[in-house]
């Protein structure tokens, strides 16, 4: 995890290098817009309800495996997938001791 000083720096770097086109940025600033993107969504939000996708719903996206979702007190819903493409539902690894990994089903 990057310390508040690298993200500054990082932050710097990318408003000087607003113009470049996308293979020239880097993989660090790539991830730090991303971060600040998703930082205005996420951050500070809480979840009030935590179910599995509905059969109907993963059949829907024409998925085999019923990921967990969670819904925030903004309204949003939060769902795991497999990769970016959304190809399948997908499990979260967590660090609790208790819980290492929330299946899908």
Known sequence: MATKKELKQLEQKCRADINKKLHEITSNERALAWQKKIETHLLGKSIIKVEYMSEKDADDFGWTNRPIQFLLNNGVWLTITSDDE????????????????????
């Open 86 to 105: 959304g190809n399948n539902g997908g499990a979260i690894h967590t660090n609790i001791k208790q819980l290492s990994i929330i299946p899908v089903i």
